[in-house]
Structures are given as structure tokens and as C-alpha cells.
């Protein structure tokens, strides 16, 4: 701040959003609190969901997501029949793969309708598989970061296309926008040899942002740090359908985003070919977004769900 620098991140904390902690921060997207309350009403709403069980990794990412589960699950009368708050194990270079035994043998002997996460894929995998193994057959869904189309290339895959239905943030690789042909054009023609990735949305979005800025503060006539901290304090950026159109001008209650999307995973869908071969896909079929719960729509931002301590 001292130094009038800006940083995108590339996590969607809700604290980001807040100008006691996020100054000088322009985050993307949604963030995981918001995007637990729309998920978990749309379960509600479509898939006849009445008990769920919360599991997240401590910290900051996994403490957002499951303070958004549960602000959830309470508005929709939602029963918690497992709350793994902290529990999950996350993995460490030491201990890439920690034993999430006691987890899986809570969700199993709680057997909720929903399994909502806030981990990373490697745990999903491991959690998912070992309840599934032991007769689990509840849905499993969770905040972004826990899911991978990388999944759908293991033995996990037909349980994925089973149980799991996806939340995230934007439109994926070669969905109906309009500005995905130029993504898919740019990105054919720069790097022919790499696989299809949705990441790539995550990126060119990002890259959006940051074009935005420099351009609305070179429409502003000052390109010092304090005209392109001033200019980001001002700028509308349209993603053309990539993403939920996003502004961080005035309250944060008034600008942060609301949307999410919900993806069914289609393993008959996923194809694992390069940009240049085209026809590539990373397994989705959109059920809705982007879209605005109830919850989200009526919830009033004044500061982050989750607070970290110590």
C-alpha cells in the first residue's frame, strides 16, 4: 500500500474484498464463502439435498469455504450431520499422502445427501474413493479448488462421473460465449502441443484485469502507481461472457461478485487432445451460470466470513 502497488491474487478469500485487509488487492470472481452459498442452495433446490457434511483444510481457503457451507446450510435448514471443520489433513512435502481414515469413516456413518468439500483434488481422490469403497452413494461437491478435469484420466473418474458435480467460477474451455473463440484461436495458434486446460480461462481473464487497469489509466493521462492504483479503483472489466463481468468502484457490498457456475462432470465428454488437434474438452456439461442464489443475492458483505488466527 505504502508503496502504491497492486496484486491480483490468485485465491478468492472473502477477505480480499475487505479495504481493512485487502487494500490495494483486485481479486476475481467470486469468493468461496459466496460460492458455498450458491452451490449448496442449488443442491437444495435441484437435487432434493436435506443433510450435509463439511470437510475443509485448515486455514484460510478451507475455513472460507466451509464458514459459507454453514451459513448455508442453516438459512436453508440444512442438517449438518457431519461438520469435519479442520479435519481433513492437508498434504505436505513431508507427507504427501496423510491418512484420512477418521474422515472417511465420519462421512460414511453419517451418510449425508451432499459431501461438500474445501480441499484440493489429490485429498479429494483419496477421501472420495476410500467412502465410496466402504458404500457411500451420497453427491460430493465443493468449492473450486478441490476439483481437477486432471481426475477424470485416474480411477476416479467413473466415480466422478457418477457423484461429483462441479463449482467454480467461469466459463469452461469452449463453452458458448462469446469471447471464448478468441481465447480458443489465440491459444490454438501460440501453443499448438498443449493439452486443453480451463486454466487457460483463469489466465486470459486475469491478463483482462490487468490490461483494464493500464488501459483506463492511460485514458486517465497517469501512468505513475498512485494513477494505476486510482485507475483499478475505477475500472469496469467485461469478460465477454468468460466470466461475470467485475468493478472494484465504491462499497465492496455493492461490487463483489455473486455468481458461480454449476458444472455436471461428463467423463463421455472429456477428451484429452491437444490445441492444435482441436475438439478437445475438459469433461463439463453446464447445469447453471452464471448464477445468483437467494442467499447470495440478500447477503450483506461486511468483511470476511472466515478470519484466521494466530
Same mark, same amino acid.
Given at each position: 500500500?505504502?508503496?502504491?502497488? &497492486? ?18 488487492? !483486485? ?15 442449488? !443442491? ?9 457434511? &463439511? &470437510? ?132 490454438? @495458434? ?43 479503483? @475505477?475500472?469496469?472489466?467485461? !469478460? ?71
Amino acid at each position: 500500500v505504502d508503496d502504491n502497488l &497492486i496484486a491480483i491474487p490468485l485465491t478468492w478469500y472473502s477477505g480480499w474484498a475487505d479495504p481493512d485487509f485487502g487494500t490495494n488487492v !483486485f481479486e476475481t470472481y467470486t469468493n468461496y464463502c459466496i460460492e458455498s452459498m450458491n452451490a449448496l442452495e442449488y !443442491f437444495s433446490k435441484n437435487e432434493d439435498v436435506k443433510t450435509v457434511a &463439511i &470437510i475443509n483444510f485448515p486455514g484460510e481457503y478451507g475455513g472460507d469455504g466451509a464458514a459459507g457451507a454453514k451459513m448455508a446450510a442453516e438459512e436453508l435448514g440444512l442438517e449438518v450431520v457431519y461438520d469435519g471443520t479442520d479435519q481433513v489433513v492437508a498434504p505436505t512435502a513431508e507427507n504427501a499422502s496423510p491418512d484420512q481414515s477418521a474422515v472417511i469413516s465420519q462421512i460414511v456413518d453419517a451418510d449425508p445427501d451432499l459431501v461438500w468439500t474445501s480441499i484440493n483434488p489429490a485429498t479429494l481422490g483419496s477421501i472420495m474413493s476410500g467412502a465410496v469403497g466402504q458404500g457411500f452413494k451420497g453427491l460430493w461437491s465443493g468449492n473450486s479448488p478441490s476439483y481437477s478435469f486432471k481426475l477424470l484420466a485416474t480411477e476416479l473418474a467413473p466415480l466422478l462421473d457418477q457423484y461429483y458435480i462441479a463449482s467454480t467460477y467461469i466459463a469452461t474451455w469452449g463453452a458458448d460465449v462469446p469471447g471464448m473463440e478468441e481465447v480458443v484461436t489465440a491459444m490454438s @495458434e501460440a501453443k499448438p502441443d498443449l493439452p486443453v486446460s480451463d486454466v487457460y480461462i483463469l489466465g486470459w481473464t486475469e491478463a483482462q484485469v490487468t490490461r483494464a487497469i493500464l488501459d483506463h489509466a492511460a485514458e486517465n493521462g497517469d501512468m505513475t502507481r498512485e494513477g494505476i492504483v486510482a485507475a483499478a479503483n @475505477e475500472v469496469e472489466v467485461s !469478460f465477454d461472457g468468460l466470466a461475470p463481468d467485475q468493478t472494484w468502484a465504491g462499497d465492496p457490498n455493492d461490487y463483489i461478485v455473486r455468481e458461480s457456475y454449476i458444472y455436471d462432470v461428463v467423463l463421455d465428454q472429456y477428451n484429452e487432445a491437444s490445441l492444435g488437434e482441436g475438439g478437445g474438452s475438459t469433461g463439463w456439461e453446464l447445469l447453471e451460470g452464471p448464477y445468483t442464489s437467494d442467499l447470495a443475492k440478500n447477503y450483506q458483505y461486511e468483511g470476511p466470513c472466515f478470519e484466521p488466527t494466530g
